[in-house]
C-alpha cells in the first residue's frame, strides 16, 4: 500500500449560506429513494494544475466566498438530517477545511494510487464514511500541493447528493467562481414525485477491510472488447455493458479462486431515473433519483462475457417494464429475486455494486476559473465490492476504480483475460507537473 501524503490542516470553518434560508424553507421533507439510500458520505476529488496567475489564498478566497453565495440556492446543503423524513434546513454550513500536503502533484499523476489521498479529507473518511444525523451536508477539503496544485475534495451526504446532484452543485458553485453570467438553479421536487414513507426499508451497510485498483481502457481495446462479447442477442453492447460484463466475471473467478468453489452471483447497476418516473423530474432535479437493476448469474464453473451482456440487458429491460413500480410498492431499492432470496440473506452470494457514471460532465464543468482538473476519483477505503466506470480526463477512455476484499483482488488483479484489455493504474495523461517547479507560497492562508 502506498504511504498517504502527509497532509497539515491550516484552518477549519463553516461555510454559511451568503443569506438566511426563508422560514417557510427550513424544514426540508426527504423522498423515498432518499430514506432507503446509503447513510454515507460520497467523496470526489478534484486535481487541478498549478495556475501562476492566481495565488493560493486568492483561490481559497473565491472558494469560499462563491460556495457561500451557492449554498444560498442549495439551502438543504447548509442545514442537518433531523430524522428519516426531514433536514432541518438551520444554515449551520458546509464543513469547509483549508490544508497543505506535504508532496507534489505529480507524484499522485504518475501513480493515482487513492491511498495517497487518505488525508485529503476533512475528517476520517479513510476509517468511515457513515453520516449520522446532525452531521454536515457537505465537507470540503482545499489541499494545495507544493508546486502550487490543488485537490479540491467534495464529500456529500448520500442521504439527500446522488452523483447528477453533485454534478448540478458542482456546476453551480463553479459558474458562480467564475462570475458567469448564466445561473445554475436547483429543483427540489423529488419529494412531490417519491413520498416518503414509514415502512422503508434502507439498505444495508457493511464496512470491511478492501483493497482498490484502478483499470485503465482505452478507445482500441474497449472496441476489441465490445467485438469480443457481442452475440446475436446482443450485437451492440455499450462500452459500459462489455465492461461490465468483464469486470463481472472476473470478479466472480477471483471470488471462485478464493472461496475454492463457485457461487450465485447478482450484479446491481445503479440507474438514474429522473427522466424514466411516471412524472419525469427536470434534468436539474436535486435529491436521490437512483434506483438499482439486478442482474443473475448462476454458480456455473464459467460464465460466458455473452451471457453476462445478456444478463444484463435483460435486467434493464425488466426494470424498464417494472423496476421503479417495484421499487415504489416494496419501498426497497434492491429487487432480490425470489430463487436466490434464501441464499442472499444467509450471505453465500457474490453481489456487486456498479455506478457508471460515464458521460457524467464532471471534468467540463468543475473549473473554478484556474482550469479544468487533470484528474477526478472516488476514494473508497471501507466498502467492498463496489466497482465505479467513469471516463478519462481525455473523453476517450474509461477508467473503472474497482473495490474488493484483499484476498480476491490478489486474484483479480492477475487476471489475464482482465489483462488482455485493461491497463492497471497507469500515470494520468496530463502528467507535465515537474518536481522542480516553484513551490507554493501559502504564508498567507
Known amino acids: 500500500m502506498e504511504r498517504a501524503l502527509e497532509v497539515q490542516v491550516l484552518a477549519r470553518e463553516s461555510i454559511k449560506p451568503a443569506y438566511p434560508t426563508p422560514q417557510h424553507l427550513r424544514n426540508f ?19 487541478y494544475k498549478a495556475d501562476n496567475n492566481v495565488r493560493a489564498e486568492q483561490m481559497s478566497q473565491r472558494l469560499k466566498s462563491s460556495l457561500s453565495k451557492t449554498l444560498t440556492k442549495f439551502y438543504p446543503f447548509a442545514g442537518r438530517v433531523k ?4 433536514i432541518e434546513c438551520n444554515d449551520e454550513g458546509a464543513e469547509y477545511v483549508e490544508a497543505l500536503a506535504n508532496g507534489f502533484l505529480f507524484e499522485y499523476l504518475q501513480k493515482p494510487d487513492q491511498n495517497l489521498l487518505r488525508d485529503f479529507h476533512p475528517f476520517n473518511y479513510a476509517e468511515s464514511p457513515v453520516a449520522s444525523n446532525g452531521c454536515p451536508m457537505l465537507r470540503i477539503q482545499a ?15 448520500h442521504k439527500l447528493i446522488d452523483g447528477v446532484s453533485l454534478g448540478i452543485f458542482v456546476n453551480s458553485w463553479t459558474t458562480t467562481a467564475r462570475a458567469d453570467n448564466k445561473e445554475v438553479v436547483p429543483r427540489f ?39 469480443k462479447v457481442s452475440s446475436a442477442s446482443v450485437p451492440r453492447p455499450s462500452r459500459v455493458e462489455a465492461l461490465t460484463a468483464l469486470i463481472w466475471k472476473c470478479a466472480r473467478a477471483a471470488s471462485r479462486s478464493n472461496l475454492g468453489y463457485s457461487r450465485p452471483s447478482l450484479s446491481v447497476h445503479a440507474m438514474n431515473v429522473r427522466a424514466v418516473a411516471e412524472t419525469p423530474l427536470p434534468d436539474n432535479s436535486v435529491g436521490n433519483s437512483v434506483a438499482y437493476l439486478t442482474a443473475q448469474a448462476s454458480e456455473k464453473e464459467v460464465e460466458t462475457l455473452q451471457n453476462l451482456v445478456c444478463s444484463f440487458r435483460k435486467a434493464k429491460a425488466e426494470f424498464s417494464r417494472n423496476g421503479l413500480k417495484n421499487l415504489l410498492e416494496n419501498k426497497s ?48 477505503y471501507v466498502l467492498s465490492n463496489l466497482i465505479i466506470i467513469m471516463d478519462t ?19 483479480f488483479e492477475c487476471d489475464q483475460e482482465l489483462l488482455a484489455f485493461a491497463a492497471i493504474n497507469p500515470p494520468v495523461l496530463d502528467v507535465s507537473i515537474r518536481k522542480n517547479e516553484s513551490p507554493l507560497l501559502i504564508s498567507s492562508l
Not at 421533507?29 to 486535481?47: A, C, E, G
Not at 489541499?143 to 451526504?157: D, H, S, V
Not at 419529494?191 to 483493497?211: D, G, K
Open 29 to 47: 421533507k426527504l423522498s423515498l429513494m432518499d430514506q432507503i439510500n446509503f447513510p454515507v458520505y460520497v467523496s470526489t476529488i478534484f486535481l
Open 83 to 86: 430524522d428519516d423524513f426531514s
Open 143 to 157: 489541499t494545495f500541493f507544493k508546486c502550487g496544485g490543488l485537490a479540491i475534495t467534495i464529500c456529500t451526504c
Open 189 to 227: 421536487v423529488a419529494s412531490t414525485i417519491f413520498p416518503a414513507s414509514e415502512s422503508f426499508v434502507p439498505l444495508p451497510l457493511h464496512i470491511s477491510p478492501v483493497q482498490a485498483n484502478r483499470f485503465v481502457f482505452d478507445t482500441k481495446k474497449i472496441d476489441q472488447l465490445r467485438a
Open 333 to 380: 431499492i434492491f429487487d432480490i429475486p425470489e430463487s436466490i432470496k434464501a441464499k442472499f440473506e444467509k450471505d453465500e452470494v457474490d453481489f456487486y455494486t456498479f455506478s457508471s457514471i460515464v458521460n457524467f460532465p464532471y471534468y467540463e464543468v468543475a473549473d473554478f476559473g484556474w482550469g479544468k482538473p487533470v484528474h477526478v476519483t472516488l476514494p473508497n
Open 393 to 411: 480526463n481525455d473523453g476517450k477512455g474509461i477508467e473503472v476504480l474497482v473495490t474488493l476484499s484483499p484476498e480476491d483482488m490478489a486474484f
